[in-house]
């Protein structure tokens, strides 16, 4: 067995309960990013983390803690209107106490910032007409990664002073 067959983090369980509640916020199928083109028919949403695994108190081991992503959601929709309320909606629910708390208490992560919902622009699509708006949400979440190696906390017999500038 090698020390590398561990995963440090499962991503797909660390956002499965956020995407439940983006499924439950919305009422319409959630993606992911590169299942666009597998999507039937808008109105659907999707995700695709911009970055992930950001140590928030700079961890210098980096192998366990609380660490940080950015998450791209997207609505696309047939009309305008529908595109806009679904999106404007999924962001005010997110920002919500309730839903923060929910996703803190059964989910494990902290929802801590979502930018302004802006129009975005997608090209080769197989619809025709596509009205497609999306912000991006700052999640926070801990993990817990054991390193193989033993960590030395302490060493017997030995002092460590330093020495005080002249």
Do not use: W
């Amino acid at each position: 067995m090698s020390p590398f067959d561990h995963k440090t983090v499962d991503f797909e369980q660390t956002l499965t309960p956020l995407i439940k509640m983006i499924g439950q916020i919305t009422d319409i199928k959630v993606v992911p990013n590169e299942q666009i083109k597998k999507a039937t028919k808008p109105p659907f949403v999707t995700y695709y983390p911009l970055t992930f695994d950001d140590p928030v108190f700079g961890d210098a081991t980096a192998n366990d803690g609380q660490f940080e992503a950015v998450i791209s959601l997207d609505v696309f929709a047939d009309t305008l209107s529908v595109g806009m309320q679904k999106c404007g909606d999924l962001r005010s629910y997110l920002l919500d106490r309730y839903t923060r708390q929910l996703l803190k208490r059964d989910g494990h992560i902290a929802i801590r910032s979502a930018s302004v919902p802006q129009t975005r622009s997608i090209t080769d699509l197989p619809f025709s007409t596509v009205h497609h708006h999306g912000f991006d949400l700052t999640i926070q979440y801990f993990r817990k990664y054991q390193s193989p190696i033993d960590t030395i906390t302490s060493v017997g017999g030995f002092s460590y002073t330093t020495k005080e500038d002249e």
